[in-house]
């Protein structure tokens, strides 16, 4: 049976990030996704680690009018590693809904000439939730501007939700996935291993799975407010983050 993949955001090491490419290819990791500013650079350094690009971060303002100046090259940059997924950030602010969505479908029809699919984090003000988001999908209208579902942003943007209800709610536009566990509180900056929070992966895996969903699924961890990181911390948490997720039968 087709599944979701499994992938990393080597950030997840930060401050440490020179560890990130060997602890991950030693864990058994083989997808990562990484600034799409740093492909060119670090390509060598994940063949010689059998480590291939999942997806690239990107960045697009959509209080500009220049769309194709913004995109153009971060899509050439897919195509050049045949990565099929932008992952941006991206927020309305004070420009009116009508651009924004007029900007979007643009910047689809670009990516779509590239077979490349935008996936729009889970951040205010367009995909802050399941009903935000299902508004931005449905007034952009272009099945290459989808939705990255990250499992604990959910939460620390808004008050009384699930994951696995929003998941389900957003599913018909979601085109990749951030695995990042909290312990749920509202802007509380608390995100853990996997698996030492809240959210229920095991129900998140259900529905993706039942609706035969195969993008990738991509682990993050951002640490919790106030502590020192060390690199034997950071490591640590990422080593039983991946035995978590092999404990549900994902690796």
């Known amino acids: 049976m087709l599944r979701s993949w499994i992938a990393c955001r080597p950030a997840s090491y930060a401050p440490f990030g020179y560890l990130a490419y060997d602890h991950l290819a030693g864990l058994g990791i083989r997808f990562v996704e990484i600034p799409v500013e740093a492909a060119r650079a670090v390509a060598a350094e994940l063949g010689r680690r059998n ?52 900007r979007l479908r643009a910047a689809g029809d670009l990516a779509a000439r590239q077979g490349v699919t935008l996936a729009l984090e889970t951040h205010p003000d367009l995909v802050t939730n399941a ?44 085109a990749s996935v951030h695995l990042k566990d909290t312990d749920g509180g509202f802007r509380s900056w608390h995100f853990p291993a996997l698996g030492r929070g809240i959210v229920n992966f095991r129900g998140v895996f259900e529905v993706l799975d039942q609706a035969g969903f195969t993008g990738p699924c991509t682990l993050e961890i951002e640490g919790i407010e106030g502590e020192e990181k060390t690199e034997r911390l950071v490591c640590d948490r990422m080593a039983e983050s991946i035995g978590y997720l092999r404990g549900l039968g994902r690796l």
């Open 51 to 102: 480590l291939q690009i999942s997806s690239l971060q990107g960045e697009f303002d959509v209080a500009r009018d220049d769309v194709p100046g913004q995109l153009k090259p971060q899509l050439q940059t897919c195509n050049l590693f045949g990565v099929r997924l932008l992952f941006l950030s991206v927020k309305a602010g004070h420009t009116p809904l009508g651009t924004v969505y007029d």
């Open 131 to 174: 009903q935000v988001a299902r508004q931005t999908m449905e007034g952009v209208d272009h099945a290459h501007v989808r939705v990255n579902f990250d499992t604990a942003n959910v939460y620390f943007y808004n008050h009384g939700v699930d994951a696995v209800e929003e998941l389900r709610r957003m599913l018909p536009f979601v």
